[in-house]
């Protein structure tokens, strides 16, 4: 199994992490990935699905709601700038 970056994982989470959680997170990882490891040898070839969708997701009612305020569609941003979001750039020379 890879070893698991904790601190990579924690800034894709947007949490602060010390080094005791760090350790903490990283074997709490560790066990859920090697419980989805044994989960791949599980044979389901003859286990009907539970539930599923003929044709079409169910939609749900179309409803005109309030729209949220510019201020808190920005407090998570990680980064913006006069109101707008600010990205890095993804399309140049490279």
């Known amino acids: 199994m890879k070893e698991i970056d904790v601190k990579k994982v924690a800034e894709l989470a947007r949490i602060n992490v010390n080094q005791e959680q ?25 286990v009907e699905p539970l539930f599923h969708f003929q044709d079409q997701m169910p939609l749900r009612e179309d409803l005109a709601e309030e ?5 808190e569609l920005l407090k998570n941003a990680p980064n913006h700038v ?3 979001f600010r990205i890095p750039k993804v399309i140049g020379d490279h």
């Not at 729209?67 to 201020?71: G, H, I």
């Open 22 to 46: 760090e350790a903490e997170l990283k074997l709490a990882l560790t066990q859920i990935l090697k419980h989805f490891e044994g989960l791949k040898n599980v044979n389901t070839d003859e």
């Open 67 to 71: 729209a949220l305020k510019q201020e």
């Open 82 to 84: 006069d109101g707008c």
